[in-house]
């Protein structure tokens, strides 16, 4: 059962237009939420997160909007830029007594110049 | 990265050998992670451990056992390989208070291939 879903597997946005990444997620007992950035043979990188008690939180051009009701978050990217991309994982983080983070299967983001 | 380093970075094994993969950190930080990453399936979270010697399973933790007898070293054991192990394997840490206490660092991640 996938507690986290990143329903698109790609995307592709031309350079300076905003890029929207989305992420769904099912379980409730989720309270805080992070985006990850990750290129090809490396290690995911941190990007934004925020918790359940926010429904916005920016930093820069990234921006991550959360819908408790809906279960929903996303991460717009404005202006797009061709190093932006790369591929996208959400993260969710379990406080029903554990400290696990359950990822979503990604998307790949390119930005085309 | 941030204090965090894997080895081996690549493996190639033969199926029904052990392995094992160390993830080494220099932040002092409680909380270590190993997770894998196969296509389609994004990243999925095997074993973590919440102390030293407090350790608990994941998404996928059949065929893995971990250990964690000092703070700075999580060690992740495939005790008779199969192709289907193979992935590349990640490991992340978190301090889980201060600053930045909710956030995940990742190494570099470990290559193993299973023949």
């Known amino acids: 059962d996938q507690q986290v879903k990143q329903n698109s597997p790609s995307l592709s946005v031309q350079e300076g237009r905003i890029s929207i990444l989305n992420c769904d997620y099912t379980n409730s007992m989720f309270d805080y939420f992070l985006w990850y950035k990750k290129y090809p043979a490396e290690g995911p990188t941190f990007l934004i997160s925020?918790?359940?008690?926010?429904d916005k939180n920016e930093d820069g051009r990234f921006t991550v909007f959360l819908n408790k009701s809906a279960k929903h978050l996303s991460l717009h990217i404005v202006p797009s830029q061709p190093g932006d991309s790369a591929v996208y994982f959400c993260?969710?983080?379990?406080?029903?007594?554990?400290?696990?983070?359950?990822f979503g299967t990604g998307t790949r983001l390119k930005v085309l110049a | 990265d941030a204090g965090i380093t894997q080895s081996p970075r690549h493996k190639v094994t033969e199926t029904g050998t052990p392995v094992t993969l160390r993830c080494h950190q220099t932040?002092?930080?409680?909380?270590m992670y190993w997770y894998r990453q196969d296509p389609g399936h994004g990243l999925r979270l095997i074993h973590y451990?919440?102390?030293?010697?407090?350790?608990d399973k994941g998404e996928v933790s059949d065929g893995y056992s971990v250990s964690r007898s000092k703070t700075e070293d999580f060690l992740l054991t495939l005790e008779s390989a199969t192709s289907s192990q193979t992935s590349v394997y990640f490991c992340?840490?978190?301090?889980?208070?201060?600053?930045?206490?909710?956030?995940?660092?990742f190494g570099a991640g470990s290559r193993l291939t299973v023949l």
């Open positions: 925020i918790s359940s008690i926010k």
């Open positions: 992340a840490i978190s301090p889980g208070t201060g600053a930045g206490a909710n956030v995940l660092t």
């Open positions: 451990s919440y102390g030293v010697k407090d350790t």
């Open positions: 993260a969710a983080k379990d406080t029903s007594g554990t400290y696990k983070y359950i």
């Open positions: 932040e002092n930080h409680r909380y």
